[in-house]
């Protein structure tokens, strides 16, 4: 559920790039996102510890670096091929978090994957390439960041406080907009509307993915990103895939569900 309101919020977002920019909009959506969660959440942060506040910043700051360079990808490629080079973030923890031959295999797999992806004709530019590759870097911070804060704190609260810091970050460039979102309503509603899928609905459903589903089940769902981003592309912004780009795409997932179910497979037990 996480993923397919996430990506599928990404998709409904791209014509407002047009006219607020892709930072502007990502700062829209946190600060609409955020405004949900506190008034749902009604945090008590007079009872916060300092390792919670520290929990929550990291998650925040994470989680705006990666927006903004992933809004800065799909304004420049498509969303499918975006997800997938952003992919590699959270693969290379997985590959380098326990360094044995078979993953570095898989690393190699989807490295091939991502070259296919970038093909002469796949509609990948170096500089959206470069955003993917940020985003990537965000999304390996953001699964240590939002298990750190799902841990530290009791329900959504610290995700509230989490996205007001993402909002916070963006917030010059979110008032650089404000008249024209606020003349705009058929664009406020808009933003309103991604912010709910995306903020609320999306990372919500992620942060409970974290806390309750064992690490192989959470990857290996997680590993399906890119697939369901390229096909949401395909259905509300009719992006089409070429056959070189679809092959990079099934090399990424396979490489990503490999590494993931390896990691995580329980030590094998020799009978004496």
């Keep these: 559920m996480g993923a397919t309101s996430i990506q599928w919020s990404a998709a409904l977002v791209q014509p407002a790039f047009a006219q607020l920019g892709p930072v502007a909009t990502s700062g829209w959506r946190f600060l609409l996102g955020a405004l949900v969660l506190l008034v749902a959440t009604r945090p008590r942060l007079r009872d916060w510890r300092g390792e919670q506040w520290r ?5 925040g700051v994470t989680v705006a670096f990666m927006n903004v360079c992933f809004n800065q990808a799909i304004s420049r490629i498509p969303l499918g091929s975006a997800v997938t ?15 044995n031959w078979r993953h570095f295999v898989f690393a190699i797999l989807a490295a091939v994957g991502v070259v296919l992806l970038a093909h002469p004709g796949g509609g990948v530019t170096l500089v959206g390439a470069l955003f993917g590759l940020g985003s990537g870097l965000g999304w390996g911070g953001y699964v240590f960041a939002a298990a750190r804060v799902g841990g530290a704190t009791t329900g959504f609260g610290g995700l509230a ?4 810091i993402s909002a916070l970050v963006v917030l010059p460039w979110t008032l650089s907009r404000f008249d024209l979102v606020v003349h705009q309503p058929s664009l406020g509603g808009r933003l309103a509307l991604v912010g709910l899928m995306s903020i609320v609905l999306g990372f919500a459903a992620e942060l409970q993915a974290l806390r309750r589903l064992s690490p192989a089940a959470a990857g290996v769902l997680m590993s399906l990103d890119p697939a369901i981003a390229f096909v949401i592309g395909a259905l509300l912004l009719h992006e ?4 070189w780009v679809l092959t990079g795409l099934a090399l990424v997932v396979a490489a990503g569900v490999g590494v ?5 497979a329980p030590e094998q037990v020799v009978p004496q």
């Design 55 to 59: 929990a929550a910043i990291v998650l």
């Design 85 to 99: 080079i952003e992919f590699l973030g959270p693969l290379c923890v997985a590959v380098f978090g326990r360094r």
């Design 161 to 164: 406080v989490s996205m007001s």
């Design 240 to 243: 089409h895939a070429t056959d």
């Design 260 to 264: 993931t179910i390896d990691r995580t």
